[in-house]
């Protein structure tokens, strides 16, 4: 399995990945499922089975269902060491301003590096979608939208130009809009065929939380974008 989906892990799949990798290391064997339902502090050993399950969908592990202990990693494990964790703000509103924008993180995603390109991941959080105002510009309720912040800089030192998608915090409120510029204003627009979606104007010194540089499609992701507090 060598496509995105597989790089892709919830915080919990990301820790039992880690504590597999670290049993093996230090031990030579695999942990079994109750140990790893102890290391989890869950009771139910089909919960643990659950998150084996999905790691060996990804490819990360391969299991041989008649021993015990036999958990076996495979060569795209090695893919995460390339990976990043990253928090995920719980909503950003692209139909209305409803959604408030919570500073303090209590979710997390772990993905490979490449999402991320040259960007910085200190300065990279991740937004989940929810309504349909940016859906003529690829942006869904569910997907995943990685923006690097940029609310410390002015616009014009921000690296955000001409029509590039946004995240804006307007009356403490997250949204996604299309960005774009007039002599005394910054118009955040919507990108959608539907007439009821109207831009919002704000004053050119405006300064915008961040610019986006990546979506995950919901159904593309599917699974993992079942999000899991740590």
């Known amino acids: ?10 915080s919990k799949q990301k820790r039992v990945f880690d504590y597999i990798c670290s049993c093996l290391e230090v031990n030579n064997i695999s942990p079994t499922i109750s140990e790893l339902a102890k290391f ?8 643990v089975t659950q998150y084996l399950e999905s790691l060996e969908r990804k490819g990360l592990i391969i299991r041989s269902h008649c021993q015990s202990r036999g958990i076996r990693l495979t060569s795209q494990s090695d893919a995460l060491i390339q990976t990043v964790t990253l928090p995920v703000v719980s909503s950003a509103g692209c139909d209305n301003m409803s959604v408030f924008a919570e500073q303090t993180y209590d979710e997390f995603i772990t993905l490979d590096r490449e999402f991320l390109k040259n960007h910085n991941p200190k300065k990279v959080v991740v937004f989940r979608a929810m309504g349909d105002s940016m859906e003529d510009g690829g942006i869904e309720t569910g997907d995943l939208v990685l923006t690097e912040m940029t609310s410390d800089l002015p616009i014009g030192q921000a690296g955000i130009n001409q029509k590039d998608k946004v995240v804006a915090i307007v009356d403490g409120m997250a949204i996604i809009k299309q960005i774009n510029f007039s002599p005394n204003a910054v118009i955040l627009a919507p990108m959608s065929h539907d007439p009821k979606y109207r831009p919002i104007i704000m004053k050119r010194n405006f300064q915008v939380f961040g610019k986006v540089i990546e979506v995950i499609k919901s159904s593309f992701a599917g699974e993992e974008l079942v999000y899991e507090k740590i």
């Open 1 to 10: 399995m060598s496509n995105k989906k597989s790089k892709i892990l919830t």
């Open 40 to 47: 989890l502090g869950v009771s139910s050993l089909r919960t």
